[in-house]
Nanobody
Framework: VQLQASGGGLVQAGGSLRLSCAAT????????VGWFRQAPGKEREFVAT????????YYADSVKGRFTISRDSVKNTVDLQMNSLKPEDTAVYYC?????????????????WGQGTLVTVSS
């Protein structure tokens, strides 16, 4: 499966962005999908993940209550709605797919990665 992340941009603190991860090659419902981010000079970190059927979601504590991950089976995408953005949310955001049945928060357990989309939050 090939993944394409989009929707990044520049936004002021307190604003919102919606990221989208589109899949080509295979049906997205075959995979758990996660969003991760990497800020300059830092390691890639978990943001949110959603199970194959959309029934289970996990969030990093730093984004809980502000970000929402969801599936759109018609568009074959997994979206990340980001509200109340903070400067510390600035990073390159990546989507990733895991072909196992688990719902993981661990970077190394994901099999396929998109190219990343840059989110910049100004103060």
């Amino acid at each position: 499966v090939q993944l394409q992340a989009s929707g990044g941009g520049l936004v002021q603190a307190g604003g919102s962005l919606r990221l989208s991860c589109a899949a080509t090659g295979r049906t997205f419902s075959r995979y758990a999908v996660g969003w991760f981010r990497q800020a300059p000079g830092k390691e890639r970190e978990f943001v949110a993940t959603i199970s194959r059927n959309g029934g289970t979601t996990y969030y990093a504590d730093s984004v809980k209550g502000r970000f929402t991950i969801s599936r759109d089976s018609v568009k074959n995408t997994v979206d990340l709605q980001m509200n109340s953005l903070k400067p510390e949310d600035t990073a390159v955001y990546y989507c990733a797919a895991d072909e196992s049945p688990r719902v993981s928060t661990l970077v190394y357990q994901y099999d396929y990665w998109g190219q990343g989309t840059l989110v910049t939050v100004s103060s």
